[in-house]
C-alpha cells in the first residue's frame, strides 16, 4: 500500500528531493477534476500547485544575502553621485583613505582598490572600482575566471533559462497570462508564487507588481511583503526606494535578515559608517547574531581596519567556533603579522573540520615554511597542487613554491617555479615581477625591464614592479623613467621608505642640472 500521492510529494519536498516531488505534483495536476478532492480552503489542486511552485523555486535558489557581486555595467553606469574626496574612514570606494592599523602593502598584497587581500574569498573581496573602462575589462570579477563579470544579473539565472532546466516541457506558469490581482488576495498562494517568480523566472517587473498588489490587499501590514519589495528595488538599481521598504519593514518585524539586507542597500551606496551603525543596532535586538558580528568584521577588513576586524572575527568564534570565514580570515591576519606558527594552529582547525581544499594546503605549506616546519612544507604543496581545480589555484602553488625555493637560496629552482606560474596563468604580474628580480641577478637586464613593464600594466596597484622599474632605470642611466617610475610606486605604496629615498636623490640630481 503506497502513500497517499500529496503527503508522498511532501515528504520529497521536506527530504530536498525536488525533482521528485515537481513529478508527483505534476501528476496530481494532471487528475481530472472530479478527483480532487474539496477542501474547507484549500483544495488538493491548490496544495499541489503550492508545492510544486516551491519545489521549482528551491531547485534554483540563491541566498539574496550573500549573492552581491557588482559588474562592469553597474561599476561603470553607476549613477548613484558618490563624494569624489570622502572623509577618512567613510569610504570602500577610494583606496588609502582609511588606514586602520593594519599591515603596509609591503608585508600584506593588496588588491586592485589598495584593501589587503582577505583570507575568505566572498563576493566582492576579488572586485575594486576600476578607473577606466579598460582596466575595468582587464580585470577578473572573481577568484575563478578571468572573464570580467559583465552585469550583477550574470550571477542570477537568466529569464527563461530555469524553466528549461526544471520543466523540459515548458514554463510550469505562463506569467505573461496570470492575472495578478487575484492571487495577490490569497496570502498562502502568493508568497509562493512571488518566489517562484523572483527566483526560478527572474522576472523581476513582475514580481515586484506582486509584492505591490499583495501589500496593498494586506493593508500595508506585513512585514514580509516590504522585504520582498525592497529586494526587487535592490536588483533594480533603486538603491533609496529599497531603503524605504527595508525600513518600514523594520519598524514592524525585527528580523536578521532584513539588517542584512539594508546594511547591503547602504554598502552600495558606499555608506560603511551606517551599515556599521546598523549592524550594532542589529546586535542590540539579537545579541551574539553571528551574521551580524560578521557583517561588521567585513566592513572592517574592507576599510583597511583589521585589528578591528580580527577583534569582530574572535566575537564570531565565542559565539560559533566552526565559523569557516572567521577561522581563516583571523589565520590570514595572524600570518601576515608575522605569526605563522598561530596561524598554523588555525589552519590546522579548518583541517579538523573536514575543509580539504588546494587553498587550505598551500597556506599550510606557507606557514610550515615560514614557522620552520620544513617536514610539513613540500608535502603540504605536493597535496594541494593535486587538489587545484584550475590552472589559477595551480599558478598560486607554484608561485609559493617559488618564494620556498628562493627562501632556501635555490634560484634556479625558483626560476621554474616562477616559470610553471605563467605557465598556468600568464596574467601573474607578481610572477613577472620575481622573474625579472632573478634575471637582473644574472644581468640581463633587457628581459628584467621587459618582464617589470609587463607586471606594471597587469597590476598598477602593486609597488613593486614600479620600484623596480626605477631602480633599473636609475643604474642604466634613465633618470625620467626613474623618476615616472618612482612617482607610481609612491601613489601604489605612500608609506615606503625606499621610495621616497630614491626620489629625494632625483630631486636632488634634477635641481642640479
Request: glycine residues 6%; contains cysteine; aromatic residues 10%.
Amino acid at each position: 500500500m503506497g502513500l497517499e500521492p500529496l503527503f508522498q510529494a511532501w515528504s520529497y519536498f521536506r527530504r530536498r528531493k525536488f525533482r521528485e516531488c515537481a513529478d508527483v505534483c505534476s501528476q496530481l495536476l494532471e487528475r481530472p477534476p472530479d478527483e480532487q478532492e474539496l477542501d474547507s480552503e484549500y483544495t488538493v489542486f491548490q496544495a499541489a500547485w503550492s508545492l510544486k511552485t516551491r519545489a521549482l523555486t528551491e531547485m534554483v535558489y540563491v541566498d539574496e544575502i550573500d549573492m552581491d557581486q557588482e559588474g562592469i555595467a553597474e561599476m561603470i553606469l553607476d549613477e548613484n553621485a558618490v563624494a569624489q574626496v570622502a572623509r577618512p574612514g567613510t569610504s570602500l570606494k577610494l583606496p588609502g583613505t582609511s588606514q586602520g592599523g593594519g599591515p603596509s602593502p609591503a608585508v600584506r598584497p593588496v588588491t586592485q582598490s589598495g584593501r589587503p587581500i582577505t583570507g575568505f574569498v566572498r563576493p566582492s573581496t576579488q572586485g575594486a572600482r576600476p578607473s577606466t573602462m579598460e582596466q575595468a575589462i582587464r580585470t577578473p570579477r572573481t577568484a575563478l575566471t578571468a572573464r570580467p563579470i559583465t552585469s550583477a544579473s550574470g550571477g542570477y539565472i537568466r529569464p527563461g533559462t530555469a524553466s528549461m532546466l526544471t520543466n523540459p516541457d515548458g514554463p510550469f506558469i505562463n506569467l505573461s497570462r496570470l492575472n495578478l490581482s487575484k492571487y495577490a488576495q490569497k496570502p498562502k498562494l502568493a508568497k509562493a508564487l512571488f518566489e517562484y517568480i523572483f527566483h526560478h523566472e527572474n522576472d523581476i517587473k513582475n514580481a515586484l507588481d506582486l509584492a505591490a498588489l499583495a501589500t496593498e490587499h494586506a493593508q500595508f501590514k506585513d512585514w514580509w511583503w516590504k522585504v520582498q519589495i525592497g529586494k526587487c528595488y535592490y536588483r533594480l538599481g533603486l538603491y533609496r526606494e529599497a531603503e524605504k521598504q527595508f525600513k518600514s519593514a523594520l519598524k514592524q518585524q525585527d528580523m536578521v535578515d532584513t539588517f542584512l539586507y539594508l546594511a547591503k542597500v547602504y554598502l552600495r551606496l558606499d555608506q560603511p559608517v551606517t551599515a556599521l551603525n546598523l549592524f550594532k543596532q542589529g546586535l542590540e535586538r539579537f545579541p551574539g547574531e553571528v551574521t551580524l558580528i560578521c557583517g561588521i568584521a567585513r566592513i572592517y577588513e574592507e576599510m583597511n581596519n583589521i585589528s578591528s576586524a580580527a577583534e569582530y572575527y574572535k566575537d564570531v568564534l565565542k559565539q560559533d567556533n566552526t565559523h569557516v570565514e572567521a577561522i581563516a580570515c583571523i589565520g590570514s591576519n595572524h600570518f601576515y603579522s608575522d605569526q605563522p606558527e598561530i596561524a598554523l594552529r588555525f589552519y590546522r582547525r579548518l583541517l579538523q573540520m573536514g575543509v580539504y581544499n588546494c587553498q587550505l594546503f598551500n597556506n599550510l605549506g606557507l606557514c610550515c615554511f615560514y614557522a620552520q616546519q620544513y617536514d610539513m612544507t613540500l608535502s603540504s604543496f605536493e597535496r594541494a597542487l593535486f587538489l587545484a581545480e584550475n590552472e589559477e589555484e595551480t599558478a598560486d602553488v607554484w608561485y609559493n613554491l617559488g618564494h620556498v625555493a628562493v627562501g632556501i637560496g635555490d634560484l634556479n629552482l625558483a626560476y621554474q617555479c616562477f616559470k610553471l606560474t605563467l605557465v598556468n596563468n600568464n596574467d601573474y604580474a607578481e610572477a613577472y615581477n620575481n622573474l625579472a628580480v632573478l634575471e637582473m641577478r644574472k644581468g640581463h637586464t633587457e628581459q628584467a625591464r621587459a618582464l617589470l613593464q609587463t607586471a606594471s600594466s597587469l597590476a598598477p596597484h602593486i609597488y613593486e614592479p614600479h620600484f623596480n622599474i626605477a631602480i633599473l632605470s636609475e643604474k642604466v642611466g634613465d633618470l625620467q623613467r626613474s623618476y615616472t617610475a618612482a612617482q607610481k610606486s609612491e601613489e601604489a605604496f605612500p608609506g615606503h621608505v625606499d621610495t621616497q629615498q630614491l626620489l629625494k636623490q632625483l630631486k636632488e640630481h634634477f635641481a642640479m642640472l
